[in-house]
């Protein structure tokens, strides 16, 4: 979770954050006009645009309706990069301590204890040990057992690849509708 909020953070500086050239920029300006107006130079300079007064000029000169579109996608393709990290990382879960904790409890004999275990914890692979450690108290053979934990498992990887082919596709559209 703290990589998440750092890689946010990073993002929301470089979306919202002032240049360091803009910054210098607007640190000199005064001492710039000082030393225009000492000077009889009459050359003007061209003022500076940010990137945000060029973005928008971009938006207006594409046409609005056009542009929506763009921004649209933009939008939604965000969105769903966002919700596919943050489910990511909720999905995540520190199987060695999992495995050792499970195998623990097995190693005393208490079955039940190390379903609790594998119900307890959050996460693809604890939902696959539960699976494996249920169908085993069942008394099931290993083969059904090998069966049921590979068919799990794919309904868990199914659930993480979940929104993947829309991140693609906007990864496909954009460029598309840049060339237009």
């Not at 954009?174 to 060339?179: E, I, S």
């Amino acid at each position: 979770m703290k990589k998440f909020f750092l890689i946010l953070s990073i993002a929301m500086m470089f979306t919202l954050g002032v240049n360091a050239q803009d910054a210098e920029t607007a640190a000199a300006a005064p001492a710039q006009t000082e030393a225009a107006q000492a000077s009889d130079d009459s050359a003007t300079d061209a003022p500076e645009v940010s990137f945000h007064q060029v973005l928008k000029q971009k938006f207006i000169e594409g046409g609005a309706g056009f542009m929506a579109t763009v921004l649209i996608c933009l939008i939604m393709g965000l969105a769903i990069a966002i919700e596919r990290i943050i489910y990511l990382n909720l999905a995540s879960t520190n199987t060695e301590k999992l495995l050792s904790s499970v195998e623990d409890e097995l190693k005393k004999g208490d079955i039940k204890a190390a379903k609790e275990v594998a119900r307890s914890t959050r996460g693809p692979v604890a939902s696959i040990f539960y699976q494996g450690l249920e169908r085993f108290e069942k008394g099931e053979s290993i083969d059904q057992i090998e069966k049921s934990v590979v068919s799990y498992g794919g309904v868990e990887m199914g659930r993480l690849d979940k929104n993947i082919s829309w991140i693609s596709l906007f990864i496909a559209l954009a460029p598309m509708l840049g060339f237009l």
